[in-house]
């Protein structure tokens, strides 16, 4: 029920779009700008870019992992894997370090951001989905429409944000992003993300990426292997997306919302 909520909540703001009604949320098209390789037996959970790389984290327990990767070339240059139970979510890099969630486990991990070698582990209630930061502090997503604000240092949870799209709470949020003072997400299942206020929780913008997924008979499991992850560099202002088990990652642009007649 929860993903169908959300589906449906997608879907009346494209309808809205495409009649052109008042809804009050801009519908975005994309533009690809360049294609890297990406590998197609990554279950892509978490992705960001930092100093000229992308870290990416894969789930599915057994083949969990935290990647360093080489954009140009999709290369692997640095992994480590996450043994069962675990099963690896989203990942955020905070100072020297690099900081992971785990699906069900109520874990995460901490790791040095140079060697991945694992430093400690922290808990939390529920499940984790992904993580993102403003500089300041550390956003979660669950799988709800609640993100959780973290205190980056104690990882603890100090503050939330209840996410709404035309009145209504927005579940499913999965990957995260800080992008130009939005948050970025992904609403699992569906070829959308949403840019959320932060400051009030309500979606203020839909980027709308069908058409981009690979041709379904391509993909290993076409209903899991969906579009998540989204990575943006500030200095070049470059927004990076992929799928999981993707063949690709997309680095796009935005293309303004149909004009109103």
């Known amino acids: 029920m929860k993903r169908i909520t959300s589906l449906l909540v997608i879907f009346a703001l494209l309808l809205a779009s495409a009649a052109h009604a ?4 801009p ?4 533009k690809v700008v360049h294609t890297y390789p990406h590998d197609t037996a990554a279950y892509t959970e978490g992705l960001f870019y930092l100093d000229g790389y992308l870290y990416e984290s894969t789930g ?6 935290i990647r360093k990767l080489d954009l140009a070339t999709g290369k692997v240059l640095q992994k480590v894997d996450l043994p069962p139970p675990d099963y690896g979510e989203g990942i955020v890099a905070w100072k ?3 900081i992971q969630l785990t699906w069900q486990s109520q874990r995460g991990y901490v790791y040095d951001l140079k060697n991945f070698k694992r430093l400690s582990q922290f808990s939390y209630p529920g499940e984790g989905w992904a993580l ?3 500089g300041r502090r550390i956003y979660m997503s669950d799988g709800t429409a609640t993100i959780r604000v973290l205190d980056p240092e ?8 209840e996410v709404t799209a035309m009145g209504r709470p927005l579940l499913n949020l999965n990957e ?15 070829q959308n993300i949403v840019r959320i206020d932060p400051a009030s929780g309500k979606v203020v913008g839909v980027i709308n990426l069908t058409g981009l997924a690979p041709d379904p008979k391509t993909l290993t499991d076409p209903g899991n292997d969906v579009l998540n992850g989204i990575a943006y560099d500030a200095k070049r202002d470059r927004l990076f997306v992929t799928g999981k088990r993707w063949p690709s990652v997309y680095e796009i642009t935005l293309t303004p919302p149909p004009a109103e007649h």
């Open 22 to 25: 008042q809804s009050g949320i």
């Open 27 to 30: 519908i975005y098209g994309y």
């Open 60 to 65: 599915t327990e057994g083949e969990s992992t």
């Open 96 to 98: 020297n370090r690099l």
């Open 132 to 134: 993102t930061t403003d």
């Open 154 to 161: 104690t990882l603890k949870q100090v503050d939330k944000i």
């Open 176 to 190: 995260l992003e800080w992008v130009k003072g939005h948050l970025y997400a992904n609403v699992w299942l569906t």
